[in-house]
């Protein structure tokens, strides 16, 4: 089995990609730090400390591949049912990660940005995050978005929350709520042109968005891997892409001739 696992990630390691058509926003579920620890007989933290070398490979392959934004689905408000050990381990793990990351960051001309209820964070957590963002501000290159405490529906009403309240003090009427308008209140705003997706991968094998990026995956192309989020690698990366270009995207229109 493992000679056939390496000639597989060996094939794709020789796909070549068009470099015109990378996609511009990349964002993944990483699923499958459980599983990929149970089936080594050891405890779920060690698949979520193993995921850690993974988002540090793909971040770095991701901009190295021209890709514009990077989102990663880090803590969903949901993960907050799991038990408490396992939720406390995990802040704890975000709040090393930044610290272990930022010189490969900053060397790779990457900017950390988070979004999410963040206030609701640990304050060691919190501080970590906001840490990583002063440090890569500067930063031109790639940016690395973190989701955490994200939901999407969270996110909707939050965001209908703040039209309601600019019609309730009269600032705009009710004709002038649009797709702009919402889209401009949501937590991905500051990326601008690149708040869509472009690719919206999930690991592990499951097929579902899991509360993840609701509006702004509307278009998007959808890639399921059955790899294990700390199985995953550059090449299955770059797999996922090849299978991107080799789709049309007609966006509701037919594609033209």
């Known amino acids: 089995m493992f000679s056939k696992l390496t000639e597989k990630d060996s094939a794709k390691s020789q796909i070549k990609l068009d470099s015109k058509r990378i996609p511009q926003h990349i964002a993944i579920i990483m699923d499958g730090n459980g599983r990929w620890a149970q089936k080594r007989h050891l405890p779920r933290t060690a ?54 990351f930022m010189p490969d960051l900053i060397a790779n001309n990457i900017r950390v940005r988070a979004m999410g209820e963040l206030t609701a964070l640990p304050p060691k957590t919190l501080a970590a995050v906001e840490r990583a963002i002063a440090d890569t501000q500067k930063n031109t290159g790639m940016i690395l978005n973190f989701a955490l405490n994200y939901g999407g ?45 472009d690719l919206l991968i999930r690991t592990s094998g499951e097929k579902r968005l899991s509360n993840f990026l609701l509006w702004q995956i509307a278009y998007s192309e959808f890639v399921f891997s059955d790899v294990l989020w700390p199985d995953y690698s550059p090449n299955e990366l ?11 995207r007609r966006f509701g229109g037919l594609k033209k001739e």
């Open 47 to 100: 698949g979520h400390k193993a995921a850690l070398t993974t988002v540090k490979e793909v971040t770095k392959a991701a901009s190295n591949l021209g890709v514009k934004v990077l989102t990663l689905y880090t803590f969903s408000t949901e993960n907050w049912k799991r038990p408490r050990a396992e939720v406390e381990f995990l802040m704890n793990l975000v709040s090393s990660a930044f610290d272990i």
């Open 153 to 197: 529906r969270d996110e909707i009403v939050s965001a209908t929350k703040k039209i309601a309240e600019m019609v309730a003090q009269k600032k705009i009427s009710v004709a002038e709520i649009d797709d702009q308008l919402i889209e401009k209140n949501l937590m991905t705003s500051t990326l601008k042109s690149q708040a869509n997706p």
């Open 238 to 248: 770059k797999a996922n892409i090849y299978e991107f270009q080799n789709r049309s």
